[in-house]
T-cell receptor, first 114, second 112 residues
Framework: ETGVTQTPRHLVMGMTNKKSLKCEQH?????MYWYKQSAKKPLELMFV???????ENNSVPSRFSPECPNSSHLFLHLHTLQPEDSALYLC?????????????FGQGTRLTVV | DAKTTQPPSMDCAEGRAANLPCNHS???????VYWYRQIHSQGPQYIIH???NNETNEMASLIITEDRKSSTLILPHATLRDTAVYYC?????????????FGSGTRLLVRP
């Protein structure tokens, strides 16, 4: 248990569906991240939020829409996804700007787009 | 844009030390070296990090060469549960975008 909880753990959705992934951290951190991990590929950083403001968007298609309503919660809203978007989506959080602090990851949401 | 090079795979016997190397020849003076691991289908887990001194915690030891161009993660007594992909990451000291950029890592197999 890392203190970062992601729901759901598994999700199957059609290409015309709208769904949301949820991440919650109980660590008092002020930065949160979304990563995507496709099969046999390294983790790809998608979005970074610091103090509830988006500070990075790594050229992610607009069919992925993040939301950070407060420092403890992070959402990833999904709509009109493609089969190639099937992947493990990981949320992480960290504290502060000092780079001698580690990031904690959730267990991920395994997404399948059919 | 990972700045590290790791062997794609390694194996070791259970109970023996696992020594995982990492090259980071372009590391800057203010960049930390981080190690994470990812057990199959789980989220990455933080292991250890260091700047220039060797570090040890309850999970592992990190040995950084004097020129800081390479490092070694040591798991002193590997167990079957240590089978995972191990990532060596170089991270800037005052990076305002808080990035952790993962490469392909080393797949460690601990044999019974």
């Amino acid at each position: 248990e890392t203190g970062v909880t992601q729901t759901p753990r598994h999700l199957v959705m059609g290409m015309t569906n709208k769904k949301s992934l949820k991440c919650e951290q109980h660590l008092g951190h002020n930065a949160m991240y979304w990563y995507k991990q496709s099969a046999k590929k390294p983790l790809e950083l998608m979005f970074v939020y610091s103090l509830e403001e988006r500070v990075e968007n790594n050229s992610v298609p607009s069919r992925f829409s993040p939301e950070c309503p407060n420092s403890s919660h992070l959402f990833l809203h999904l709509h009109t996804l493609q089969p190639e978007d099937s992947a493990l989506y990981l949320c992480a959080s960290s504290q502060g700007t000092a780079m001698n602090t580690e990031a904690f990851f959730g267990q991920g949401t395994r997404l399948t787009v059919v | 844009d990972a700045k590290t090079t790791q062997p794609p795979s390694m194996d070791c016997a259970e109970g023996r030390a696992a020594n995982l190397p990492c090259n980071h020849s372009t590391i800057s003076g203010n960049e930390y070296v981080y190690w994470y691991r990812q057990i199959h289908s789980q989220g990455p887990q933080y292991i250890i990090h260091g700047l220039k001194n060797n570090e040890t915690n309850e999970m592992a030891s990190l040995i950084i060469t004097e020129d800081r161009k390479s490092s070694t993660l040591i798991l002193p007594h590997a167990t079957l549960r240590d089978t995972a992909v191990y990532y060596c990451i170089v991270r800037p000291r005052m990076d305002s975008s808080y990035k952790l950029i993962f490469g392909s890592g080393t797949r460690l197999l601990v044999r019974p």
